[in-house]
Nanobody, 122 residues
Framework: VQLVESGGGSVQAGDSLRLSCAAS????????MGWFRQAPGKEREFVAA????????RYADSVKGRFTISRDNAKSTVYLLMNSLKPEDTAIYYC????????????????WGQGTQVTVSS
């Protein structure tokens, strides 16, 4: 499956952004999806994940209550709504896909997008 992220940008602290990840090439509804991020000089970290039918959702503690992951299988798209953004949310955000059950470890995802930059200034 091919993944293309969009929706990143430069915002002020407290603002919101919605990232989108459009999938193509395979049956989207058979893939669990995840969002990860990587800040300069840091390891890639888990942000959020959603199961194939949207029934199981998990978040990193750092974004819980502020970010919402969702998916639209009819549009082959997964979203990440980010509210109350903080400077520490600044990173490149990647979406990822894996067949089968949901996961939170980057090594468990086989397909990755190219990433979209999110910059939050104070």
């Amino acid at each position: 499956v091919q993944l293309v992220e969009s929706g990143g940008g430069s915002v002020q602290a407290g603002d919101s952004l919605r990232l989108s990840c459009a999938a193509s090439g395979r049956t989207f509804s058979s893939y669990a999806m995840g969002w990860f991020r990587q800040a300069p000089g840091k390891e890639r970290e888990f942000v959020a994940a959603v199961s194939v039918n949207g029934g199981i959702i998990r978040y990193a503690d750092s974004v819980k209550g502020r970010f919402t992951i969702s998916r639209d299988n009819a549009k082959s798209t997964v979203y990440l709504l980010m509210n109350s953004l903080k400077p520490e949310d600044t990173a490149i955000y990647y979406c990822a896909a894996r067949e089968g059950t949901s996961a939170t470890m980057a090594r468990d995802f086989r397909s990755w997008g190219q990433g979209t930059q999110v910059t939050v200034s104070s």
